[in-house]
T-cell receptor
Framework: EAEVAQSPRYKITEKSQAVAFWCDPISGHATLYWYRQILGQGPELLVQFQDESVVDDSQLPKDRFSAERLKGVDSTLKIQPAELGDSAMYLC????????????????FGPGTRLTVL | AQKITQTQPGMFVQEKEAVTLDCTYD???????LFWYKQPSSGEMIFLIYQGSYDQQNATEGRYSLNFQKARKSANLVISASQLGDSAMYFC????????????FGTGTSLTVIP
């Protein structure tokens, strides 16, 4: 069964260091999402791609976060410099483009990267 | 206004009993989808069930069913015959056709199944 791949699964870093997370969506999924999930809360959308284009990055802290999906397939999320408050789970998800009535409308999530900033 | 509201931070249910997790939503878009996800302590998000805004019947998937009341804008998840493995966080989410595929998540409900 096709899955969304993410790496690394765990990352521990010191504040002010740079970190990068990688995501490979399910083949054929045009839409890719990056979420941040703080413990005990729901996922918060950071950035959404449609193919290689950014559709929504309104919640992305652009002074330190960047995301790219150069060839419209896999994606990288970077934080530089990391801060203590960035400690969270970073989830990547992908989906087919939304079309009414299609059962395949759900997002498929990767296992996540758990980031700890010391 | 919150797009998705889950008012139950924590719920307990006896094993083999049924439990209802509440979800209300807010949208003016006539075309939308409602989803429930399960997140065990390991962290992965597992899709459970989907309901489209134009679907006439409530969605069912095995022990999961969605009680869709469109006029009240509610989409409660019903888990029948609870199992110990159902203990997890449950998130309700919505996707609107008019907002470019963005998903809105609720704050989640923590379900604990008691033996």
């Amino acid at each position: 069964e096709a899955e969304v791949a993410q790496s690394p699964r765990y990352k521990i870093t010191e504040k002010s260091q740079a970190v990068a997370f990688w995501c490979d969506p399910i083949s054929g999924h045009a839409t890719l999402y990056w979420y941040r999930q703080i413990l005990g809360q729901g996922p918060e959308l950071l950035v959404q791609f449609q193919d290689e284009s950014v559709v929504d990055d309104s919640q992305l802290p652009k002074d330190r976060f960047s995301a790219e999906r150069l060839k419209g397939v896999d994606s990288t999320l970077k934080i530089q410099p990391a801060e203590l408050g960035d400690s969270a789970m970073y989830l990547c998800a992908s989906s087919l483009e939304l079309r009414p009535g299609l059962a395949e409308n759900e997002q498929f999530f990767g296992p996540g990267t758990r980031l700890t900033v010391l | 206004a919150q797009k998705i509201t889950q008012t139950q931070p924590g719920m307990f249910v006896q094993e083999k009993e049924a439990v209802t997790l509440d979800c209300t939503y807010d949208t003016s878009d006539p075309s939308y989808g409602l989803f429930w996800y399960k997140q065990p302590s390991s962290g992965e998000m597992i899709f459970l069930i989907y309901q489209g805004s134009y679907d006439q019947q409530n969605a069912t998937e095995g022990r999961y069913s969605l009680n869709f009341q469109k006029a009240r804008k509610s989409a409660n998840l019903v888990i029948s015959a609870s199992q110990l493995g159902d203990s997890a966080m449950y998130f309700c989410a919505m996707r609107e056709l008019g907002t470019g595929n963005q998903f809105y998540f609720g704050t989640g409900t923590s379900l604990t199944v008691i033996p």
